[in-house]
């Protein structure tokens, strides 16, 4: 098991859960050794950061001269928002804008203020679902969790016991999306288990409110951290369920993409493994992870007997793998394999030596 990375980018702080050790490829001389290790500690890029102000809400819409029990009652809510005064409204829409252009700090403080003055409780609700995913997106964890404090006092009491229906339905979808912040925030923690929990509830008790288009990018973001929640604990086959059937923002597709390959080769279907981690590769991946995506990738390609693909990756791996790394996953074994088959034997005993002294 690989040490727990320190790095500041990485987001979950969870311990590591090895992949399952997998058969021995059918070469001769090749190393025993498959195993390969995966960080559950998600690392910066698996962050969406346009998400706080679109993810489920889509922007308050003002309705003019009506009281707000008409607004809020009406069965005729066309997105997920919460409505309130045009004033409000805008200022919100400065809030969200603010935000967006990186003055985060200024943007908390008014989005406060605008809580503190929101009298009505589905204002106040949905204001503060905004709040949890704006600190969580600075990494104020503590202040998320007080925020959520507040939202889920507002909505379990008034909407927990809303049925799922297939259209949008305001109170139906605060409640949705109280869990989903949850989920965040237990994630944010560290706290997998309990994110994992909340996530299934989510999905088994509102599936109608879910397959709406306005909580696309909830659903899938929703599915995509079901199945790096249950990959992380061992349940492979389950995780590959969601990962499979979901399309993953653009935010999300580095990471999803990662445990994805690492699904396929679980279940040996190794040209779908290479074919998805080919996809998770960008240019600020933590070294670790692409140590470990790339010796993956290795793997894939030599169980589809691409030999000098399966060295080139492996050679990619070591660039940036730690002694450790190295060492738990045979690099240099495998590498001793590859430039044998292809007959390069003056670099096989190179990797042999390396293999010795590691």
């Given at each position: 098991m690989i040490e727990r990375q320190q790095d500041s980018s990485f987001g979950m702080g969870a311990q590591v859960n090895p992949i399952p050790p997998f058969a021995r490829p059918a070469k001769d001389g090749a190393p025993a050794s498959t195993k390969a290790e995966l960080r559950s500690d998600l690392p910066e890029w698996y962050y969406?950061?346009?998400?706080?102000?679109?993810?489920?809400?889509?922007?308050?819409?003002?309705?003019?001269?009506?009281?707000?029990?008409?607004?809020?009652?009406?069965?005729?809510?066309?997105?997920?928002?919460?409505?309130?005064?045009?004033?409000?409204?805008?200022?919100?829409?400065?809030?969200?804008?603010?935000?967006a252009v990186g003055d985060r700090i200024g943007a908390l403080e008014e989005l406060r203020n605008l809580i503190q003055r929101a009298s009505d409780p589905l204002d106040r609700a949905g204001l503060l679902y905004h709040e949890v995913l704006c600190l969580l997106e600075e990494r104020d964890t503590v202040r998320a969790e007080a925020s959520l404090k507040e939202l889920t006092a507002i909505v379990e009491p008034n909407f927990d016991s809303e049925s799922d229906v297939d259209q949008i339905n305001l109170k139906v979808s605060l409640a949705v999306m109280t869990r989903y912040a949850d989920a965040k925030v237990l994630i944010?923690?560290?706290?997998?288990?309990?994110?994992?929990?909340?996530?299934?509830?989510?999905?088994?008790?509102?599936?109608?409110?879910?397959s709406t288009s306005n909580f696309r990018e909830v659903k899938a973001e929703t599915y995509v951290r079901l199945g790096i929640l249950l990959a992380n604990a061992n349940r492979w086959l389950e995780a590959g369920e969601y990962l499979k059937n979901t399309t993953p923002l653009d935010s999300l597709k580095p990471v999803y993409y990662y445990y994805l390959g690492q699904f396929y080769f679980t279940v040996r279907d190794y040209a779908r493994a290479a074919e998805s981690l080919k996809k998770c590769f960008t240019n600020d991946m933590p070294p670790k992870w692409f140590a470990q995506a790339h010796y993956m990738l290795g793997l894939a390609e030599y169980h589809l007997l691409n030999v000098q693909a399966a060295k080139k990756e492996f050679e990619l791996s070591v660039q940036k793998a730690d002694p450790n790394y190295i060492r738990k996953s045979n690099?240099?074994?495998?590498?001793?394999?590859?430039?044998?088959?292809?007959?390069?034997?003056?670099?096989?005993?190179?990797?042999?030596?390396?293999?010795?002294?590691?």
């Open positions: 969406p950061h346009e998400s706080a102000f679109n993810c489920g809400y889509h922007g308050y819409k003002a309705h003019k001269g009506e009281p707000p029990a008409s607004r809020y009652l009406s069965d005729n809510v066309s997105s997920v928002g919460i409505t309130m005064n045009e004033a409000d409204a805008q200022r919100f829409e400065a809030i969200s804008n603010r935000f944010a923690k560290g706290d997998e288990n309990r994110a994992l929990a909340v996530l299934k509830e989510v999905v088994s008790r509102y599936p109608k409110q879910l690099i240099w074994g495998w590498l001793e394999a590859t430039s044998k088959a292809l007959g390069e034997y003056t670099e096989s005993e190179k990797y042999r030596k390396l293999k010795e002294e590691t």
